[in-house]
Each structure stands twice: as structure tokens, then as C-alpha cells.
């Protein structure tokens, strides 16, 4: 079985029952449609659906950043789907993130990490998001959402509490806003509009009048054809081709310690699981039945190390064929053994470098030691061997990621907002004059914001920032420079 840390996505409808109960043809006609939303969402943040039953979806992303942004994209889109709806009729998902350790079987994913996002969406409000504090820490200051925390929870079949958040809105409180997709439109005219996007709010404001709702106060003078959006110059950066891997922490050699004679017992253990030894260390003292003291064996390290496994308890027989009493990490060294897919292996070579994160650890460097020339015909992957520079605080058979940076390429960038997924491909909406030009792009490799644009874009084009699924070419538009 595969084993992997992934951000796991977990959604339901909230009220799906009685959805049914009223409207089943209605209800499975709004409930694909929402599929749909998931599914171009999931793909566009280089997510993947591994599971769907009934209203229930499942979903994997390379990181907590993208399966955050998909999910508050995922959101949003639902809520401008059937938003001039009764309110009764809506169909609202409720979703929970975390980050997590999840076995693959057959393309499923199972463990704690699916089991807790599921559980988190329990405490999501419909329409709304709620995050593990794993996910919440992977997130923090790279994804543009408030949070609240709910403090740690009890969810069932979990037996640790687990501290949780909300996502919240990012508005300001006392500003009037409707929703439309992933537009945030003001009651306020052009005017207003533009302030506040040159006071660093951001964002795209279309000021339509089909798209605002009656404010309490007609604003005088508001003009309902002129749509402002932020704007930015495409802009140079360099980009990591990345290898991903997982797998688990193994000593680099591993010593078996057992007594050299039979007929022995244990009559003190010296050393535990995870102490460090010297060679010549005593690890515990021995023993026949009956003689005094002064006669006991004395069982030593036959080297420098980390005690990783201790069988050794007293007055429990020892023997020289039978099994160890103690297991040492030669020198405390360890190393990965990951996998890797079929397509990667190519890409991969004994001396470069990667960044290796055990679960519940930090990330520490490495090097791959070893690729492997053959791949498991089952599975399609093949052995890595990762040799860690640190074995400190590690455990054998602790699951663990890598990220091998293979090579760096610059050239124009986007933020992933700007480029939208269209039928033909991915487009980015040009602003180089006073209406809007769609651009076909094609794209390349990605960080954590932002994707490469290997072809269709000069570095003197200015690209719209941020919603554009809600303009079409031709569109007039005021454009409110950002800096990017």
C-alpha cells in the first residue's frame, strides 16, 4: 500500500434529505451542476476527486494552500450558482481540510487525514469552510481568508481532541457587499470602487446594475457601464521543477544485539528505545537462573548509535538464536525509502538535493543515494533511496515527504487567479487598453501563487488580476494599476 501526507478536501450538502424529500429530479439536477463546479475547481489547484457517494465528496491536494483556494473558489462559485434562488431550494456544501497521513488503495484514500476532514465538515456552516489546525499553519499568511478558532474539538471515532478553525469572510464589516461568483461588488459607484482599490483592497469590483442589489440609499451620479478591476504588468520570476515522493523512514543500517551464548535471562535493562548509545555501551545485564551477581553477562553496543527497538524486559529469557533484544541505528543515521511515478524516475539522479518533511516534523535536507531501474508493474512506481543529512528525532517506519528539485526555469508569471480555464484551454484577460482582449496561454510549471506562461504573453502585456471568469472580450473597464 501507498502511504502519503496530502491535504484532504471532504464536502457534503448540507440538507440534502430534505432536498430530496421535495424536489429529487431538482435536487440531482442542482447536485450535478455542483459537481461540475467541484471538479473544474479540484483541477485547476492540481487537486484530484478520489471519491463521490451520493452528495459526498473527496478530494486531494498537493498542499494546504491550493485545497484552501479551491475550497473558498469552490464556495464562491456555488454561491453565485443558484443564488437568486429560493433559499430553500439552494444546494450549500459544508467542507473540512486538514492535512494528513492517507494509505492509496485501488486510487482511494483512507486514514486519519480523510477521517478528520471529514469529521471538520460537520462543524462547517452551509456554505462554509472548516480547517484542522495542521491545515490552518500551512495556510497561514499565503491564502487572502480570516479565520476563527473554534478551539479544539471532540469529533467522533477520533481519540484526540482536534483544534479547529472557520474560515470567515474577508470583507470589511461595514462596508455593504453582495456576492456575485468570485466578485465582490460594492453598493458604492465607479468611484468608490477605485478608492478603495487604490487604498490596497484589491480585488475586481463590477459595478452592473443586473449584479447589485437596491441599496438602502440610491448613491447619485453612479455609473452602471464601467467595470474597474485591478490590473497588474506580467511580471519575470523562476520556477522549481519539483519532484514529488513519499515514503518512509528507515535506518541506513540496522544492528541486531542478541547474547552469544544460551541459557541466559534478563536481569537489568540499561537502555530504551530512542537513547543514544556509545559503542561498548551496556545495554543490559544477564544472567542464568540462580547464580549470584558477581557472574552476570553484560550485553554492550557493538557500535555508536540510537536504540530504535528494545525487546529486552527483565527476567525474560535471552538466547543467542532467538529474537533481538535490541535494534540499533548504526551512527543514528537513517534515510527515505520513497516512491516515486514512472513519469518522475527519468527526472531523478543519484546527488540531488531535497527536502525531506517527516510527519509532525520539520523539513530537513537530504540527497537521493539511489534510483531505482525498475518499477513494481502493479503499482507503476519506483524505489527512491533518500539519504537524510539529520537522523535526530526520527523513527523507523515514520511516514514521510519529499520534494526533489530537479531544475529552475524562468520567465513570465501570473497569479493563478489571473489565468481561467476555459473550453479551448487556460486564458489570461489582457487590459492593455480600454476594453478587454481574451488571451489563449500555455502554461508551465507553478509555486505556491503563481504559474509560468510559456507561450502566449509579451513582458509588456498587463493582465487583470483576479476575476476574471466574470469578463468577456470586449468588455469596457477601468484599470486600477496593483503592485504585484
Known amino acids: 500500500m501507498k ?21 429529487e429530479e431538482d435536487t440531482l439536477r442542482r447536485l450535478a451542476a455542483a459537481k461540475a463546479v467541484f471538479r473544474e ?42 443564488g437568486a434562488d429560493p433559499p430553500g431550494r439552494r444546494v450549500r456544501f459544508r467542507m473540512g481540510l486538514t492535512i494528513g497521513d492517507v ?45 476563527r478558532d473554534i478551539g479544539p474539538q471532540r469529533l467522533k471515532n477520533i481519540p484526540r481532541p482536534v483544534h479547529a478553525f472557520r474560515v470567515t469572510p474577508t470583507e470589511r464589516a461595514d462596508a455593504p457587499v453582495a456576492r456575485s461568483r468570485r466578485a465582490v461588488v460594492l453598493r458604492w459607484g465607479g468611484a468608490a470602487a477605485i ?4 487604498a490596497g483592497l484589491g480585488g475586481v469590483f463590477l459595478l452592473r446594475p443586473e449584479w447589485i442589489r437596491p441599496a438602502a440609499t440610491p448613491v447619485a451620479g453612479a455609473r452602471d457601464d464601467l467595470i474597474a478591476v485591478s ?3 506580467v511580471r519575470q520570476a523562476c520556477f522549481q521543477d519539483q519532484v514529488l515522493l513519499a515514503g518512509l523512514v528507515m535506518p541506513r543500517r540496522l544492528l541486531e544485539v542478541r547474547p552469544d551464548r544460551e541459557g541466559l535471562q534478563v536481569l537489568q535493562v540499561q537502555a530504551e528505545p530512542l537513547d543514544t548509545v556509545r559503542a561498548n555501551q551496556v545495554l543490559a545485564r544477564l544472567g ?33 538464536r532467538g529474537p533481538a533484544l535490541f535494534e540499533i541505528a548504526a551512527d543514528g543515521a537513517f534515510d527515505l525509502e520513497a516512491e516515486a511515478p514512472l513519469s518522475a524516475l527519468g527526472r531523478l539522479a543519484a546527488g540531488q538535493g531535497v527536502g525531506v518533511t517527516p510527519l509532525g516534523g520539520g523539513t530537513r535536507p537530504g540527497r537521493v543515494q539511489r534510483v531505482a531501474s525498475a518499477i513494481d508493474p502493479a503499482t507503476q512506481l519506483g524505489q527512491v533511496r533518500i539519504q ?16 526533489v528539485r530537479v531544475a529552475e526555469r524562468c520567465g513570465l508569471a ?11 484551454g487556460p486564458v489570461v484577460y489582457l487590459a492593455n487598453s480600454g476594453r478587454i482582449e481574451a488571451r489563449p496561454v500555455t502554461t508551465g510549471l507553478a509555486s505556491a501563487d503563481e504559474i509560468e506562461i510559456r507561450e502566449g504573453l509579451d513582458a509588456r502585456d498587463t493582465i487583470v488580476l483576479k476575476a476574471a471568469s466574470f469578463l468577456r472580450e470586449g468588455d469596457r473597464i477601468q484599470p486600477v494599476p496593483v503592485t504585484r
Do not use: W
Not at 44 to 65: K, M, Q, W, Y
Not at 195 to 198: C, I
Open 41 to 82: 475547481h479540484v483541477a485547476a489547484f492540481r487537486g484530484r476527486v478520489f471519491n463521490t457517494a451520493g452528495d459526498a465528496i473527496l478530494a486531494e491536494f498537493p498542499s494546504g494552500v491550493e485545497a484552501l483556494r479551491a475550497g473558498i473558489a469552490i464556495q464562491t462559485d456555488l454561491d453565485a450558482l443558484d
Open 103 to 147: 494509505v492509496e488503495v485501488d486510487g482511494d484514500l483512507l486514514g486519519d487525514g480523510v477521517n478528520i476532514a471529514a469529521r471538520l465538515e460537520g462543524l462547517a456552516e452551509p456554505g462554509g469552510i472548516c480547517l484542522s489546525r495542521s491545515l490552518h499553519e500551512a495556510v497561514s499568511g499565503k491564502v487572502q481568508a480570516n479565520f
Open 195 to 198: 478608492g478603495l482599490l487604490a
Open 388 to 403: 537524510l543529512a539529520s537522523g535526530e528525532g526520527l523513527r523507523p517506519g515514520q511516514s514521510a515527504s519529499g520534494v
Open 3 to 23: 502511504r502519503t501526507i496530502a491535504a484532504i478536501l471532504a464536502a457534503d450538502v448540507a440538507g440534502y434529505s430534505r432536498l430530496m424529500a421535495q424536489d
Open 231 to 233: 490590473v497588474a504588468r
Open 288 to 320: 542464568r537462573p540462580g547464580e549470584p551477581d558477581s557472574a552476570a553477562t553484560v550485553l554492550r553496543s557493538p557500535v555508536d548509535g540510537v536504540v530504535v527497538r528494545s525487546a529486552a524486559a527483565a527476567g525474560m529469557p535471552a538466547s543467542a
Open 414 to 424: 501570473a497569479p493563478y487567479a489571473a489565468v481561467t480555464r476555459e473550453a479551448e
